[in-house]
């Protein structure tokens, strides 16, 4: 991150805080407003990406680490939106995209996790998207099929990209390109990648289960 920040100050001319936070934490989005408030920053783009694909519902033995997934998923999401947006009403202008996933827009069989949190995601944008955006403030739910990121390195879904077919996969650029387009078009949901756009309609039929077993994603 320290060289990231690096690259952006020498070529770009780019300031740049960074200020770590465990967002699976209850009080993780209020520590992160209260080190914004004290150095001044008026948020102007909030992108909320954090996430990890996370623990079984029905077989975790500790619900307390189901809890904390939900605060990193979900809570801290609503949490950095409740600080957040309200300066961005004041002032007539903010943007927002809560990256959530295709697996939000479908149920797949044994996804007790991560795609249920990824409804909420798209459900809470296009709700705030709805009631704000004529006030200056517009709010995204990114929905990307699978990315090429260091979210796959894991060895459990390393083996899953593995299994996979290659042309599921988009690079990051196409994601973050289509979304920033999305966003200003005042769009509220948006699956990135011209395939996902086609495929989402048909997992949701009931050709789904079928589909997700022929590519790959599911088993059984």
Partial sequence: MAVLASQLKETHGIEVLIFAADLSLPTAPAVI????????VEVD???NNAGSY???LLAT?????YQSYIELMMTSVAGLCHYFIPPMRQRGFGRVINVASVAGQVAAPGDYSYGPTKAYLISLSKSLSRTFSGEGVKVLALCPGFTHTD?????KLAKRKEASANFLWYDVDVVVREGLRALEQGKSEYSSG????FLVPVLRSWLGKWVLKAVGVTRG
Avoid: A
Avoid at 33 to 40: C, T
Avoid at 61 to 65: G, I, K, L, T, Y
Avoid at 194 to 197: A, D, E, I, P
């Fill in 33 to 40: 407003n209260g080190f914004v408030l004290q150095h001044g």
């Fill in 45 to 47: 783009y909030l992108i």
């Fill in 54 to 56: 996370g623990p079984d």
């Fill in 61 to 65: 033995e500790n619900w307390s680490d």
């Fill in 151 to 155: 979210f796959h390195k894991s060895e």
């Fill in 194 to 197: 011209r395939l996902y756009r």
